[in-house]
């Protein structure tokens, strides 16, 4: 199995972490449904290239790290990553003073 994309991630989080410190953070990602900007703009992420089997396997050895790491991961159904980010960006309390 291929970890270099696991490996990878794991060290920019744990640098990011030991950097930063932040009060909070969250982790984002697509869902794998189509957005409704699928259905305004039917060409949306047509030209955009297949994630790789390689990495789709590190996907949930992914998780698993973010689970360890005490980091929340959220994912909607029907919404990408930028969306959820936005969402909690608008709505959170300002009670945090580091959020990532």
Do not use: C
């Not at 994912?75 to 969306?83: Q, W, Y």
Request: hydrophobic share 35%; no cysteine.
């Amino acid at each position: 199995m291929h970890t270099s994309a696991l490996f990878g991630f794991s060290n920019q989080m744990i640098k990011l972490l030991r950097k930063e410190n932040p009060d909070t953070i969250i982790a984002a990602f697509d869902s794998k449904e189509k957005t409704f900007r699928h259905e305004k703009y039917p060409e949306y992420k047509a030209t955009r290239e297949k994630m790789p089997d390689e990495m789709i396997d590190q996907l949930p050895y992914l998780w698993n790290l973010l689970e360890y790491l005490g980091v929340p991961t959220l994912e909607k159904p029907g919404f990408e990553a930028d969306d959820i980010i936005g969402t909690l960006a608008k709505n959170m309390p300002m009670k945090a003073t580091k959020s990532i």
